[in-house]
Structure formats: structure tokens, C-alpha cells
């Protein structure tokens, strides 16, 4: 079980940022390895994520839920993933405050693992999940950006 935590400051109203990150759409192309994102219901997706993390890589399907929306504030993201290296299950909360011409987004992610990934140590996936989580928020600025 690990915690991670950081902040982006990303140039568009906390309305655009909210509403880019409740879209699978948005959602699918900022995460890395994300082949396909269904929806399955009211704020429920199926995903389905092709990645590595060390050595071991392999698919996942997973389940993105978002929740406890406040637009344009705060949400929560629950996300859990089975594949053949393992598991993970998550929640991240999400905070966005308007910044002058930006938004400023407090994440906060408890995430836990199993199988063979765990295998690889706290510090190998922690180093991982900062890897993921900057890549992530790399795409999704430049998606922003063409926005405008």
C-alpha cells in the first residue's frame, strides 16, 4: 500500500480541467498504455491498459469509477486493474483551485498491489507510479493546450 501525492498547475478555467478529466475520451488518450476506455455506466468505465512496470509487463482490464463529483471542485477517481503480472486498486481525490488564468490540481492516490508486481518493492513501483502519474499529466497538459 502506498500513498502518492502532487500538484500540477494547468492552464485552463477549473470548469475545462474538471470537465477534461471526467472524459474517458480525455481520460484514454493522457493515460499511458490505455488501448480502450468503454463506458459501462453512469461514470463507469471499463479500461484496458497495456504496460510495464520493471520488468514486468503485461494487459490489464481495469474499472475506472468517478465519484463524489463536486464540478468544478473536486472528484474522486477509483480505479482497479487485474492482469497476469497482478493487481492494483486505487482511489485518487482530486482537488481543483483557480489560479489567476489556470487551475491548480491537488491529487491525492491511495494505491495497493499484488501478484508478481509487488514482487518488484515499494520503491520500484513508487518510482513507477511518479513515472506514470508525470507522463499522464504531460499528455493531458498538451491536450489542454490544442484546446485553445
Known sequence: RMKIQGSHTIAATAAEVFAALTDPAVLQQSISGCEKMEKTGEDEYNAHLKIGIAAVKGNYVGKVRLSEKEPPHKFTLQLEG?????????????????????TKLNYTADVQVGGLIAAIGARGIDATA?????????????????RK
Open 82 to 102: 487485474k492482469g497476469g503480472p497482478g493487481f492494483q486498486k486505487g482511489t485518487a481525490r482530486n482537488e481543483l483551485t483557480p489560479e489567476a488564468s489556470a
Open 130 to 146: 511518479k513515472k506514470l502519474a508525470e507522463e499522464f499529466f504531460k499528455k493531458f497538459c498538451d491536450i489542454m493546450r490544442s
